[in-house]
């Protein structure tokens, strides 16, 4: 299995909604990734999960929570977006060698969420 | 610190024709290379990635790519493109030592086939 599963594909949800997307992948991968990505641009990333831990948050604002329950699962939750918010999530995951991350990384199809 | 500069944000060729898209980086450290290719609403697919092997890489639906470190360069080949090409292309880099878990992406290009 060499799949990164996303859900759900598609999400409206208003300012004031709370909501989760979920990611999840059976390779083994023990480093996993949230990017968002807006239209015609590459996909910045967010958060970065290594073992299970938070490693890096690219300084996204508190109302984006990722959670990371095992190391198949990465859930990112919402809550109090704002319109601008609107854009492609996507989840990834990679290998890890040593402690460090290998970065070939294998992306889901990502969720499209729009704010209302 | 490390970045990558995507010449061209848009392509466009006739199916049968070249495909060349150009990919420079810049990296401090030996660099990992990759290339990814995204179709309209899905998600990021690997097409081939350098990781200081061979200079010359294959990938999968016929593209290659070849590390030039001269040039600081990694461009995207393919000697025949067909329509199910269309679509845009990240090139990406990470650096090989030290925390190497960040891709930075190039800005795309978004090639176009013709019949």
């Known amino acids: 299995d060499t799949e990164v599963t996303q859900t759900p594909k598609h999400l409206v949800m208003g300012m004031t909604n709370k909501k989760s997307l979920k990611c999840e992948q059976h390779?083994?991968?023990?480093?996993m990734y949230w990017y968002k990505q807006k239209a015609k641009k590459p996909p910045e990333l967010m958060f970065v999960?290594?073992?299970?831990?938070?490693?890096i948050n690219e300084s996204v604002p508190s109302r984006f929570s990722p959670e990371c329950p095992n190391s198949s699962l990465l859930n990112l939750h919402l809550h109090a977006l704002q319109p601008e918010d609107s854009a492609l999530y996507l989840c990834?995951?990679?290998?890890?060698?040593?402690?460090?991350?290998?970065?070939?990384?294998?992306f889901g199809p990502g969720t499209r969420l729009t704010v209302l | 610190a490390q970045s990558v500069t995507q010449l061209g944000s848009h392509v466009s060729v006739s199916e049968g024709a070249l495909v060349l898209l150009r990919c420079n980086y810049s990296s401090s450290v030996p660099p990992y290379l990759f290339w990814y290719v995204q179709y309209p609403n899905q998600g990021l697919q690997l097409l081939l990635k350098?990781?200081?092997?061979?200079?010359l890489v294959k990938g999968i639906n016929g593209f290659e790519a070849e590390f030039k470190k001269s040039e600081t360069s990694f461009h995207l080949t393919k000697p025949s493109a067909h329509m199910s090409d269309a679509a845009e292309y990240f090139c990406a880099v990470s650096s090989s030592g030290g925390s190497n878990y960040k891709l930075t992406f190039g800005k795309g290009t978004l090639l176009t086939v013709n019949p």
């Open positions: 999960y290594s073992y299970e831990k938070l490693s």
């Open positions: 390779m083994g991968h023990r480093a």
């Open positions: 990834a995951s990679s290998r890890t060698r040593g402690g460090q991350t290998y970065n070939e990384q294998f």
């Open positions: 350098y990781t200081s092997a061979a200079t």
